[in-house]
């Protein structure tokens, strides 16, 4: 597989991650694109780097049902359910969500950064960047926006990437990007 199937694969991949119908399906698309494009890079770091967020995403995914199983089993009373949880409980499950998403965020702005020198795309490091203040700023719940807006410059990224590798030289990036 060359680097044009990989990069549309990548592409789409995320774009049916970020729905909540296709996500596994684009997940796995997205996986196989990474590791199309991490052999044409001979670098095995950007596969591994977003490997590892998809897995502890998904034990994210397990842990918040698991969590809001939990209070709301807390909140039965009789045979009416209440399915209200309080502020305080709901802020602590916020926290927990955010406590266990800063590794796979980490480990995915190392990826795209790398991916961002690899083959010069800005739209990588934009990802980057607004994952980074999207963790940062997650608890006052602005982040989660940015972390949106990070999925789209993935998009961008992953569609704008060129059909063939070629290597650029750190003289020719400084230039480009200046």
């Not at 982040?143 to 990437?161: H, P, S, W």
């Amino acid at each position: 597989m060359d680097l044009k199937n990989a990069k549309i694969m990548s592409g789409i991949g995320v774009v049916l991650s970020m729905t909540g119908h296709f996500g596994i399906i684009g997940v796995i698309l997205l996986l196989i694109g990474v590791y199309r494009i991490s052999e044409i890079i001979k670098d095995k770091r950007i596969f591994n780097y977003i490997l590892w967020p998809e897995i502890i995403g998904y034990v994210l995914l397990a842990s918040v049902i698991l969590g809001k199983g939990i209070l709301i089993s807390q909140s039965v009373t009789g045979y009416s359910f209440s399915f209200g949880i309080s502020g305080f409980s709901a802020y602590l499950l916020l926290l927990g969500i955010i406590a266990i998403m800063i590794i796979p965020i980490i480990y995915e702005i190392k990826a795209y950064t790398l991916l961002g020198d690899y083959f010069g795309n800005d739209y990588f490091y934009k990802s980057a960047k607004f994952l980074k203040w999207g963790l940062i700023l997650s608890v006052i719940l602005v982040g989660f926006l940015l972390i949106f807006l990070a999925d789209i410059f993935k998009i961008i990224g992953y569609f704008t990437l060129p059909d063939e590798y070629r290597v650029i030289r750190e003289e020719e990036w400084r230039v480009k990007n200046y």
